[in-house]
């Protein structure tokens, strides 16, 4: 707990990836970009570990992968404020008894740690997905910047893993980029 709370005053500029996978894209992100401190969340032991494992290999000191469920995070997470939070395939969770693992019923929680002005990006293969966070993040104030069907991530270094199947399936993927307008005028 104390290492995190180091590695989040490093950084003023902090991204948030609540459900990473092995993180290949943050890999290239972070050599890219050592200013910005990300922390991922991955449930799965194997993938938070080959995270891990290629984040040490290549000496990135501002990745912190955190092992886990997101809806765990909330509470440490609390008096963070991120600059952007990314979401990536989200498991889709159709069946109706599981949909309180559903990542929009957790909107409210992920825009207390958003920054005003902070941005929620998300891709997704599933339409309803992307249709149920839309229509939940206009009620939540947050302005639309970007809604894109069809989407094809130009640069191959920003694709994540599950994206470069989808698109290697022709699967169509729908990109949303939303500005957090909540707690401007406060
Ligand atoms: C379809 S994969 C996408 C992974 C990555 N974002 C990508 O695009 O390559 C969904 C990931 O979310 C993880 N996951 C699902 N529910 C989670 C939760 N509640 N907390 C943390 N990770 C979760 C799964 O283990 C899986 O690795």
Known sequence: MSSLVQFI??????????????GTLWINFARKN??????????????????FEKASQSNLTNIFIIRGIFEDSFLILNHVKFNVIYIAFPDPWPKERWSKHRFYNYLDKFQKILKPGGKLILKT??????????????????????????????????RTDFEKLFIKKRS?????????CAGFLK
Do not use: C
């Not at 991955?42 to 993938?47: S, W």
């Open 172 to 180: 169509p993927i729908i990109s949303l980029v939303a500005k957090n």
């Open 9 to 22: 005053r490093n950084f003023d500029h902090l991204i948030l990836d609540p459900m990473s996978g092995s």
């Open 125 to 158: 293969d599933n339409l309803q997905t992307a249709i149920t966070t839309f229509k939940k993040l206009i009620e939540r104030n947050f302005l639309i910047l970007k809604l894109i069907f069809n989407y094809i991530e130009p640069l191959k270094s920003l």
């Open 34 to 51: 050592t200013n910005i401190g990300i922390i991922a969340i991955e449930k799965r032991f194997k993938r938070a570990v080959r995270f």
